[in-house]
């Protein structure tokens, strides 16, 4: 079983930045390209980011494109989610994705992944 825990959200002024973290325990981390959805109330979940197991390819939505940038450290298991420029229609809960397989172009879906955090709350003021 793979664990997925999220940290660093908070409450940020319009413009501001913050950095998300996700610590993945369980099984190897490099099997697993990792992905960020956030999910705002009232809304379905939609995808923001994804890396490939070696971090070598990613892929964004274009809501953030430009913005957000997606890393991840192999040795310390972690996947992390850079927001900068942030606006308030960026208010949702962040949530840390691992898949099994799939190529960055595909892993868009949710279904697409296997194990899921609990998800961390990011607030932008106007």
């Known amino acids: 079983q793979v664990q997925l825990v999220e940290s660093g959200g908070g409450l940020v002024q319009t413009g501001g930045s913050l950095r998300l973290s996700c610590a993945v325990s369980?099984?190897?981390?490099?099997?697993?390209?990792m992905g960020w959805f956030r999910q705002a109330p009232g809304k379905e979940r939609e995808f923001v980011a994804t890396i490939s197991r070696t971090g070598s390819s990613t892929n964004y939505a274009d809501s953030v494109k430009g913005r957000f940038t997606i890393s991840r450290d192999n040795a310390k298991n972690t996947v992390y989610l850079h927001l900068n420029s942030l606006k308030p229609e960026d208010t949702a809960v962040y949530y840390c994705a691992a898949a099994e397989s799939g190529y960055t172009n595909t892993l868009v879906r949710p279904q697409r992944y296997h194990y899921w955090g609990q998800g961390t709350q990011v607030t932008v003021s106007s």
């Open positions: 369980g099984r190897t981390f490099s099997n697993y390209a």
